[in-house]
């Protein structure tokens, strides 16, 4: 089970920071990705991270703006999100896999086995 949470309402160019948690377990050994999914679009990669922590991956409408990162404990993962824009609200998703490669990322969403249950940013302009 995963949790995401941190998601509100926020004014365009402010600031929110996600967390996604493991419910009875650590992240060791999973590679986790943020998705979002906003009203009548098809969910999106926004940002992937390895489970050691060092390769990281951002869609071109978040880079620079969001950092994926977790925690030296492996037990939550987090998004950054600053300079945030309109278009940046949905519904946002953290995902986790177990994968053998600690160097290794997910981009798609189909390759990952555990789901959170969604945290609602919302941007006004």
């Known amino acids: 089970q995963l949790q995401a949470s941190g998601g509100g309402l926020v004014q365009a160019g402010g600031s929110l920071r996600l967390s996604c948690a493991a419910s009875?377990?650590?992240?060791?050994?999973?590679?986790v990705g943020w998705f979002r999914q906003a009203a009548g679009k098809e969910r999106e990669s926004v940002a992937a991270?390895?489970?050691?922590?060092?390769?990281?991956y951002y869609a071109d409408s978040v880079k620079g703006r969001f950092t994926i990162s977790r925690d030296r404990a492996k037990t939550t993962v987090y998004l950054q999100m600053n300079s945030l824009k309109p278009e940046d609200t949905a519904v946002y998703y953290c995902?986790?896999?177990?994968?053998?490669?600690?160097?290794?990322?997910?981009?798609?969403?189909?390759?990952?086995?555990?789901w959170g249950q969604g945290t609602l940013v919302t941007v006004s302009s």
């Open positions: 995902a986790a896999v177990w994968t053998s490669n600690s160097y290794y990322y997910i981009i798609l969403a189909n390759e990952y086995d555990y």
């Open positions: 009875g377990r650590t992240f060791s050994r999973y590679a």
């Open positions: 991270i390895s489970w050691s922590g060092i390769n990281t």
